[in-house]
Structure formats: structure tokens, C-alpha cells
């Protein structure tokens, strides 16, 4: 405001407002999803020619089922498939602890009254990205304050947001990654009072009458989450959905106040999974989304899959893999020795969410399909890979356990393997990844295999991997020695 440059604006904003008619009760239930879509449709037809991005503040405590689909996140997820094609982005937040505690004062019991508090209806959405809150702010500029303590150190929950710990482990992991929601004051008495020190600047809803005001809680963090999304749209006009979302999620991580407050020991992959519950992957950085760099590296696909089909009995089965030969700098990772190397892998796709509620407490009734990644162990040639892949995807189980080096990952194989985005890292010695260079895409069971009368066993679709590769060696030339090898993955029919 105070400064005289231009401002590039890369986005615009379009508003629907979700109400019920005047001077009658609440919507019922089991219309939000119908009226969702109302306003999805009334938006693409005002901005025919504009790509959008939802954003969802608008989150109810009924049908919050411990993760289990409802009828209004059965409507996001369908609208985000958008029938294969036409998908798109939505990002709901978690929804507010005030919403289970109109007291503000019940909040003396932070954090475990925001563990024991369910993310809220419809952010149970496969396909949505979920946004759940962290604060950064515990300054407060009034000498009023001076005996007050902020309830969350800096980096921890916000004492506004909701977590999926409750939620049985098939459902997916929720939130997906936090923003700044805001933080809360205790005074001397151990009551619970509010600060707009510790809340977030923006423009007020009366501008014309008081130009700015504050906004906290998860509302806020998927407001900047949007601006996120956002972005990289700008960014980069030609991904997809799929990608925007994967992206923001590979973005992310845990700061150690995160970890400090969930008491993450190393490796323990109970620990990692709260953790996941808490903050989802934890806090996107733009820069990361946007942009490789030298020692950091980021390799993007965006593929068509067909997931399944019939054998000669006309029987389905498992139909398409796919492998990648990475352009992996070897001799580079070779020659770095002992010094340590980082490899994320992100898969996102979207599933069509299963037709009527009926059989919705089997995930496999809900998602049509599900993929994942592997990679291959450092002893294992391309041959020897595609070998064990091709063998397990031939078993026939309902989920393959990743048995070409689990213990490598950092959250694991099961922890990482619920919904529709899947996200995991290993940090090697840099001559250890040196031959880690061969990655899976393959699928799982769903109901698009196992209810064959319904006519979608030979279905395609679509999903986006992401992978990166980073050492803290400043001096690392990795994106110089491959930015000229990028390969066409390879699709293999089994």
C-alpha cells in the first residue's frame, strides 16, 4: 500500500454465495451437495472462458462419520472427477473448533481438545485438498496483553483447527497440508480471549465503510491456500488439477515444532501417521512449488492410465503399469559420496466416488481405482523391477505392500495409501540413490474392477507424479545434469 511499483495481478475472484431462500429454515442436509453443484455450475457459466479454482469455507459437524464418505463430500468428489474430464480443483477447510465448542473458554484444553475435534463435513472429500491451520503469530503488540501467553508456540496447531485423529484408518488422512489460521491468548484467570495481533490483515466485507479487518481460523488458511493454487495456475497454464494439488502438497513441510508437539520419533511410523493427521504434510513453501533449482530439482508427468480390463474370460483385471527411467544424474550421485540426498515422490489423481451410499463403508465401493508409486531397491536392475511389480500386480491383492525397500520410506507404504493423493520421501546417502532411478505407477482394486455390470472396467484416466531430488549441497549442479534427458515413461499391458 505504501509502495509506488506496479502490481501484477494474476488472478481475479468470483463469488457464490451458498443461503437459504429468505424467511425460510436451513437447507436440509441432503440438498448441500445438489446446492454445491449449483454454484459450481453458476460460476463456469459466468467465466465460460476462465479456468477456476473452489474454495469452500462452508463446513458442517453433521455426517462426519470417523472419515466415512457422506452424500455432500460424495458431491464434491463427483464434481471434481467431473465424469474424467473437465476436473477440478476444491479446497475446503477443516473447519473450526468453535463449531463443536461454542465456548470459547473450552479451549483451555488445547491441543487435545483439537485432537479429540473431527475435521468436518464435506473436507472428507477424496478429492478435495483439505486445509487445516498452524500458527506463526505469538506477538502481541498492547501492553493491555503484557501477563497473557499465547496458547500455541510458534509453528504448532492453531488452537482453531480440527484434525482427523478420530477417523478409522482406511478413510483418507486429513488435512492435507496447514496454513496461518491464527493463535488465541490465555490470561492469568485461564481465560480463553482473542487478539487481532494474532490473526490475519484483509480487506473487510464493509470496505466502504472500514477498509480492512482480520480473519482467523481455517477459513483463513484455505483463503491462502487458494491464493496458492492460484499461482501456480499462473504459473504454469497447461497442468492439471491434478498437479496444482499434488504440487501443493509436495511443497510442504513439517517444521520441527510440529514434530516436537506430536513427539515424532525417527522412523516410528505410528508417530508419522498422527503427525499426518495433525498437519497433513505440513506448510507449502511457493518458491518449491514453482520453481527447481540447482540442488533441488523437480520432475513433473502428467499421464493417461487405463487402469483395468478383461482377460481372455472376460474377467477384470489389473490392466496397465507404468514405469519411468529416470534421467538420474549417477555419476553425479556417485561421486557426492556420503553426503545426503532427498527423494520425494507425490502421486494425485481423482477418483469417481461409487454411485448411492450403499457399500460406501468398503473404501473399494467408493473409489473407482486406486494407483501407487514404487521404486526400485539400489541393487535392482530395470528387469529385476519390472519382474516383482508385474508379479504382484498378477496376486490379485487388494493392495500391494511395496516390497521393493518399505523400510527406505519415511512415512511407508500403509501411512501413505489412503485417498486419492499419496506422498512420501527417503533421504539415502547420495552413492545409495545413485541407482534408484526406476518408478511404478500401477493400480489397485476398485469398483470399477469389481462391478463390471456397471460398464467402466476398461475406463482411462488420468493422474499427475511428481518427483524431486534434493541435497542441502548448495554447489550440486542436479538440475544442469538433466534438464536434456527427460524420457517418455514406458506403458506395459499385463
Known amino acids: 500500500l505504501i509502495g509506488s511499483y506496479s502490481v501484477q495481478l494474476t488472478h481475479k ?37 476462465v479456468d477456476l479454482i473452489y474454495c469452500l469455507s462452508v463446513t458442517a459437524i453433521e455426517d462426519v462419520k470417523m472419515g466415512r464418505p457422506s452424500s455432500w ?50 473436507a472428507q472429500s477424496w478429492n478435495a485438498l483439505t486445509i487445516g491451520a498452524f500458527t506463526q503469530k505469538v506477538i502481541v503488540h498492547d501492553d493491555r496483553y503484557a501477563k497473557y501467553y499465547p496458547m500455541a508456540k510458534q509453528g504448532e496447531l492453531s488452537p482453531h483447527s480440527t484434525t482427523s485423529l478420530s477417523w478409522e484408518k482406511k478413510w483418507p488422512i486429513k488435512p492435507d497440508v496447514v496454513f496461518e489460521g491464527g493463535n488465541l491468548l490465555k490470561a492469568p484467570d485461564e481465560s480463553i480471549t482473542s487478539h487481532e495481533d494474532l490473526e490475519l490483515l484483509s480487506t473487510s466485507k464493509s470496505f466502504h ?8 481460523a481455517t477459513s483463513a488458511a484455505v483463503a491462502q491456500a487458494s491464493w496458492f493454487a492460484a499461482k501456480i495456475a499462473y504459473e504454469y497454464p497447461r497442468a492439471w488439477p ?9 511443497s510442504a513441510n513439517w517444521n520441527d515444532a510440529m514434530k516436537n508437539q506430536i513427539n515424532v520419533r525417527p522412523r516410528n511410523r505410528s508417530d508419522f501417521r498422527n503427525l499426518l493427521k495433525v498437519f497433513g504434510y505440513g506448510v507449502p513453501d511457493i518458491n518449491r512449488a514453482l520453481y527447481s533449482q540447482e540442488s533441488a530439482l523437480t520432475f513433473i508427468a502428467q499421464e493417461y492410465i487405463q ?26 550421485l556417485l561421486s557426492l559420496g556420503e553426503v545426503p540426498v532427498r527423494l520425494r515422490i507425490t502421486l494425485s489423481y481423482f477418483v469417481e466416488p461409487g454411485a448411492g451410499e450403499i457399500g460406501w463403508k468398503d473404501k473399494y465401493r467408493y473409489q ?20 516383482k511389480i508385474n508379479a504382484s500386480a498378477r496376486e490379485e491383492e487388494d493392495e500391494l505392500d511395496g516390497n521393493t525397500g518399505n523400510e527406505r520410506w ?38 470399477w474392477r469389481e462391478r463390471k455390470h456397471l460398464g467402466k472396467v476398461e475406463t482411462r484416466t488420468r493422474y499427475s507424479l511428481i518427483i524431486s531430488l534434493e541435497t542441502p549441497t548448495e554447489d550440486v549442479e542436479l538440475y544442469t545434469a538433466v534438464r536434456n534427458l527427460i524420457e517418455v515413461p514406458v506403458e506395459i499391458k499385463i
Open 13 to 49: 475472484l468470483c463469488s457464490v454465495k451458498i443461503l437459504p431462500p429468505h424467511f425460510q429454515a436451513e437447507n436440509r442436509k441432503e440438498l448441500w451437495g445438489d446446492i454445491t453443484a449449483q454454484g459450481v455450475a453458476r460460476a463456469e457459466i459466468q467465466n465460460p472462458e
Open 73 to 122: 463430500s460424495g458431491a464434491i468428489d463427483k464434481i471434481a472427477f467431473g465424469e474424467g474430464e473437465a476436473q477440478k480443483l476444491i479446497l475446503i477447510s477443516a473447519g473450526n473448533i468453535k463449531n463443536y465448542c461454542p465456548d470459547q473458554n473450552d479451549l483451555i484444553n488445547y491441543p487435545n481438545i483439537n485432537y479429540n475435534s473431527s475435521i468436518q463435513n464435506p
Open 209 to 216: 465503510i472500514k477498509p480492512f479487518d482480520t480473519i482467523n
Open 242 to 250: 491434478e498437479t496444482f494439488r499434488g504440487l501443493i502438497v509436495h
Open 307 to 332: 487402469p483395468f480390463g478383461f482377460n481372455e474370460k472376460n474377467n477384470p483385471e489389473t490392466n496397465e503399469i507404468h514405469f519411468y527411467n529416470l534421467p538420474w544424474p549417477s555419476e553425479l
Open 368 to 387: 473407482s481405482h486406486g494407483l501407487r508409486f514404487d521404486i526400485n531397491n539400489t541393487n535392482d536392475t530395470e528387469a529385476v523391477f519390472r519382474k
Open 410 to 447: 519415511s512415512i511407508g507404504v500403509k501411512s501413505r495409501s489412503t485417498g486419492s493423493i499419496h506422498s512420501d520421501y527417503m533421504e539415502l546417502t547420495a552413492a545409495e540413490l545413485a541407482n534408484c532411478n526406476l518408478i511404478a505407477v500401477y493400480p489397485v482394486i476398485g469398483w
